[in-house]
């Protein structure tokens, strides 16, 4: 009983207080009024030195999770790959072999440095390093372990990958094997998974593609993720990532020519800095992943305009449209509720 009460406290001191306001319903209702939407924003701020957080869910749609997140997720697989490799003592220089049990002999898939399957990641959304990056986890350790309240996920899970094709697929009921190497060929390491059978989506409420299988995450787990990265170093520790400062600056600024979340790359297709919020702060640092299929948008990005005397905020806004929906695309409708979310923030100020 004191270990579930203990549980509980922390999850409640870990949960964002989240307010509602009429300006902010109002101003999503008006796009694409007949359209299902759902977003969250959490406005930074400063108080004693530190950041301070107001968070703002649209029409109580914050901790739902009747969507498909599609791509957003990735980021989730890119923090937990480099907290993975921590544990193992591996740093972003390594290297990962890729193998899986054929008929009880091993066969190689392929092998990826870390940098380049992060890098791709945010880059050109890449389908075949996020599936690998799934693979490096596992799917257990990633939902027994990362994708935890503690870690500030109150409702995600990951079951599948993006592509099915060799060499990258990751086909859950097959034996898995990782071989690490750091960049100098000094530390290696071996290790094995096989997927236990247990569905996690299904107990954390996934309802969209497959119950069982699909992946699920909230536009409040969205962001709270984000925040979590971006403000790394001024949190507290337990509400960190147990991530070094250099992967923290990797993931959002990359390096050396890769990638990161900060927007530098027209590849990375940022709706909701396209036509949305480039409008509204146009020399603001932006910060994002976004995602789409045939019937469902969405991104979670960071806009930061503090070095312009603006503010700084962090929005999922999501929408059910996607690439298939005529005459308007889900695309333009998440740079239309971004901008509008921009609006919202800019007027408050």
Aim: with cysteine.
């Amino acid at each position: 009983m004191r270990v579930r009460l203990l549980s509980l406290t922390l999850l409640l001191t870990l949960s964002p207080l989240v307010q509602a306001d009429e300006a902010l319903d109002a101003a999503l209702d008006g796009i694409a009024p007949e359209v299902l939407k759902w977003a969250t924003v959490c406005v930074v701020s400063e108080k004693e030195g530190k950041p301070a957080f107001e968070w703002h869910d649209y029409r109580d749609t914050g901790t739902r999770t009747d969507f498909w997140p599609a791509s957003t997720i990735k980021l989730y697989t890119a923090i937990a790959a480099c907290v993975r490799m921590n544990q193992k003592g591996f740093t972003l220089d390594a290297a990962v072999q890729f193998q899986h049990d054929d008929k009880g002999a091993w066969k190689l898939d392929c092998a990826r440095s870390l940098r380049e399957m992060l890098s791709e990641v945010f880059r050109r959304s890449s389908n075949e390093d996020y599936t690998l990056l799934l693979r490096l986890c596992s799917i257990d350790w990633l939902n027994r372990e990362f994708l935890t309240p503690e870690t500030g996920f109150e409702n995600s899970a990951l079951m599948r990958g993006y592509v099915k094709e060799r060499p990258w697929g990751y086909i859950r009921e097959e034996t898995q094997r990782l071989r690490a190497m750091s960049a100098d060929g000094i530390t290696k390491q071996t290790w094995e998974h096989r997927w236990s059978g247990h569905s996690y989506s299904a107990e954390r409420g996934a309802t969209i593609i497959d119950a069982k299988t699909g992946n699920v995450t909230t536009p409040r787990d969205l962001a709270n993720c984000l925040r979590r990265l971006i403000f790394h170093a001024e949190l507290p520790p337990e509400q960190r990532f147990d991530l070094s400062q250099e992967q923290v600056d990797f993931l959002l600024h990359g390096a050396d020519g890769f990638t990161g979340l900060e927007t530098k790359n027209p590849d990375s297709g940022p709706s909701a800095w396209k036509d949305g919020l480039e409008r509204v702060f146009p020399e603001a640092r932006f910060y994002h992943k976004c995602g789409v299929i045939s019937d469902y948008a969405l991104e979670v990005a960071c806009l930061d305009d503090r070095a312009n005397g603006g503010p700084c905020f962090i929005l999922v806004p999501v929408i059910h449209a996607g690439l298939a929906t005529k005459p308007v695309s889900g695309e333009k409708h998440i740079s239309s509720m971004s901008r509008a979310i921009g609006e919202w923030v800019k007027a408050r100020r």
